[in-house]
């Protein structure tokens, strides 16, 4: 049988980011079910501009949307700034909103960040808004990242590892 691929959207824009560890990890622990394909490069787009969103659209956009089209599945995982998402990740969806690349689209969200709640409640809000398909097996909040993932990507805390853990299966069975 062969793998479905999941389009791994990574929402922090600083290099060492927590969130690309855990991403790495969720990779390693889901590898003989998943090709997972982390995308780091959201501080390369441009803003959003409507009227470019249906008509000449940028390259960078075009591809972007096409991953998450062609993929099985897309997990989302952010820090929260400032109460929010990040700038970056908005921008991204933004210019999703004219298409239905996320209409139905299998999905997981995590937010790890320091508190995360008010960010985690905003990014569910938005992708019910564009119709992805998730629930609450595929949600995660991780608050106080920072102590729980090592350097070298290695989660410490037990409690974070089985719900990752707990995230990996439910996605399995949320994608067909």
């Not at 929402?11 to 790495?24: V, Y």
């Not at 956009?61 to 089209?69: T, W, Y």
């Not at 929260?80 to 969806?93: H, R, V």
């Amino acid at each position: 049988m062969a793998k479905k691929t999941i389009f791994a959207i990574n929402g922090s824009a600083s290099e060492n980011s927590s969130n690309q560890r855990l991403l790495d990890n969720i990779a390693a622990l889901a590898s003989d079910f998943f090709n997972v394909i982390v995308y780091n490069d959201l501080k390369t787009f441009p803003h959003f501009d409507p009227q470019l969103s249906d008509d000449n659209t940028p390259q960078v956009i075009v591809e972007f949307r096409k991953k998450i089209a062609e993929a099985d599945g897309v997990i989302i995982c952010t820090p929260e700034y400032i109460f929010s998402i990040p700038s970056g990740l908005k921008n991204a969806i933004e210019w999703c909103v004219s298409t239905v690349v996320f209409t139905e689209k299998p999905l997981g969200i995590i937010t790890a960040s320091a508190h995360g709640q008010k960010g985690h409640e905003e990014l569910m809000l938005i992708m019910r808004t564009v119709m992805a398909k998730f629930n609450e097996d595929t949600t995660l909040l991780i608050q106080g990242i920072k102590g729980k993932i090592e350097k070298d990507g290695e989660i410490v805390d037990q409690k974070t590892k089985e719900e990752v853990f707990r995230f990996v299966e439910s996605m399995k069975r949320l994608i067909p």
